[in-house]
């Protein structure tokens, strides 16, 4: 492997570490009780190596579905024969069916966890929007990247967020995952055929 593929890797690697010691931590202590300076201590690394990687607090915990950021567009654009809205629809049954944490659908303790870190924290929920903005910006220039583009894709993210979270919401609240499966199929069903119904160009 070419030094710059080892160097790619081992940088890789310190983000995924990092970004795990300080998950570990937030879980442990409480997001506001953990300081840049104890993740630091605990990675065995500098502040400032840490802020080469990390820039904000908030980054340490998004990396982790940092890959979400752009499903959608990276759905669209890799099937250009499919009608996005189909493409969109299997991938989110897809996801159901495989209990994939970004349905909502997992009751994995450790899933559990952290997105009760992520809503429960008044500064990851900010972030948050930043995260779907810049998801509907991806998948906007996947469908075009015109006006119609982006009103479309604004209603596609809240669409596949509003059915996660309601997921999210019953598992929570001590449904299991697997007796919820049946309705989230549904609902998702639904939730398409409405996108189909008022957006038919993408269908």
Known sequence: MSEIGLRERKKQRMYETVSE?????????????VSVAEIA????????????????????????IADHEDEA?????GAPDIAPLVSLRRDFL????????????????AVL????????????????YAHLERSEEALAEALGGDLDARLA??????VRRVLAQENWR???????????????VAAAERAFDLLEAGLPHLA
Do not use: C, N, W
């Open 153 to 158: 894709a604004g209603q596609i993210i809240v």
């Open 113 to 128: 966890a952290f997105y009760d870190l992520l809503y429960g924290t008044p500064a990851l929920v900010a972030r948050m």
């Open 73 to 77: 567009a990276r759905v669209v654009a």
């Open 170 to 184: 019953r598992v929570t609240g001590g449904e299991d995952a697997g007796a919820v499966r049946a309705d989230a």
């Open 41 to 64: 201590a605990a990675a065995e690394i500098s502040k400032p190596t840490l802020f080469r990687y990390f820039p904000t607090k908030e980054d340490l915990v998004f990396h982790r």
């Open 94 to 109: 897809d996801g159901i069916e495989r209990s994939d944490p970004i349905t909502g659908l997992s009751d994995h303790p």
């Open 21 to 33: 010691i300080a998950i570990r931590l937030f879980l442990e202590k409480g997001y506001d009780a």
